[in-house]
């Protein structure tokens, strides 16, 4: 990841800096708030600021939203101020770190923005297969589109394609077309002038800019918008791209990888996605295929995840018990990976004993039981009569969200709509007044 410091810290800079390294993270510093914006401006952008709570917090976070710069905001001050703290999080900080740094604290913070460990496990046939066709076409310049069921580790392929190609050395830059709103993807992607809009108070450069001679990583793709796909097929095939704003073309030397969750040649037919962007995309497909149709992943990839979150929470990982892994074996996994990820999770703090036992793992499928006298019961079923349809899908889709740890991606998938409608209907239920899960939040209350 890399992380922009602005400020000096009375000296306390030099610790946060090396801890954030030892975690792996790319750090650049810059003196004040305008050395640092024009830092962002000019291409060396940033997965995470983190600021001196000294300076207007509250300016910096309106300069980015201004000038349509998405990133997130750590404050972090001398000693424990609270009022300090307090005033930078109503400004918009996502977290305020006292100084001196605290070790696990800063790791915590850099986890939370970036996945520390980019290593693909697998042992099954059908992944050995797909890494083999991955590294043959990897050196290659051709466009790569990466297709497969939402959690199934599309991003993790695309930055192997990258490590593995000549341009592992330069900037891998991924940018998710369904996480940033549609007035703001296209100055996130091509950058804009001075003056383009109101707020744009400089030149600012675009990711494809950033990424030149490395890799562009176009996560779920199919969110894009009709009119700015025409932008973006131009892009590809002049290898060129315009500013908002600008007044003439800018050469890019860029590998494009593309991913989607969605039957793509379905949403040609639609009228959603462009055929003939379709076509410049995918000029190698690589399916990944779901975690169903690679049983052999399963149990490999729930003893990786025991093994990290046992380290992360400082307890030893058990072992799975005989009818723990028949279990798992037996569950269909419509979340893929990460539920596979998010249930290994709770089970290491559910667990307890010397193996990791069935009731400490929480499945979708356990929605059903069988009673004394033979009949099914569905535990997840109720009195729907006198609900309205409204209400019902409310209900269905904020249970869908606690369930997938406010992952709004995944949720989507399960519920068959789109990642725009999705963040339509929570809108209007936070307006509404109803709590909306956020991301890393768990269906149970208790962990």
Known sequence: MRLLIIGTLDGQIGGASRIAIDRGARVTQADNIDSGLETLRKGNSADLLMVDVNFDISALIESLRNERIIVPVVACGIGNDTQAAVRAIKAGAKEYIPLPPDTDLIAAVLSAVTEEDQTIIYKDPAMVKLLQLADQVAPSNASILVTGESGTGKELIARHLHNKSPRAKER????????????????????????????????????????????????????????????????????????????????????????????????????????????????????????????????????????????DNGVDPLPLATTTIDMLNAHSWPGNVRELENTMHRAVLLASGTEIEPNAIMLREQQAKTSQDGEKEDTNKTNLVGSTVAAVERNLIIDTLQHCLGNRTHAANILGISIRTLRNKLKLYNEQGFQIPTPGETENPSI
């Open 172 to 311: 891998f830059i991924a940018v998710n077309c369904a996480a940033i709103p549609e007035n703001l993807l296209e100055s996130e992607l091509f950058g804009y002038e001075k003056g383009s809009f109101t707020g744009a108070v400089s030149r600012r450069i675009g990711k494809f800019e950033e990424a030149n001679r490395g890799t562009l990583l176009l996560d779920e793709i199919t969110e894009m918008d009709p009119r700015l796909q025409a932008k973006l097929l131009r892009a590809i095939q002049e290898r060129e791209i315009d500013r908002v704003g600008g007044s003439k073309p800018i050469s890019i030397d860029v590998r494009i990888v593309a991913t989607s969750n969605r039957d793509i040649p379905s949403e040609v037919t639609k009228g959603n996605f462009r055929e003939d962007l379709y076509f410049r995309l995918n000029v190698v497909n690589l399916t990944l295929p779901p975690l169903r149709k690679r049983p052999q992943d399963i149990e490999h990839l729930s003893k990786h995840f025991i093994n990290k979150f046992a380290g």
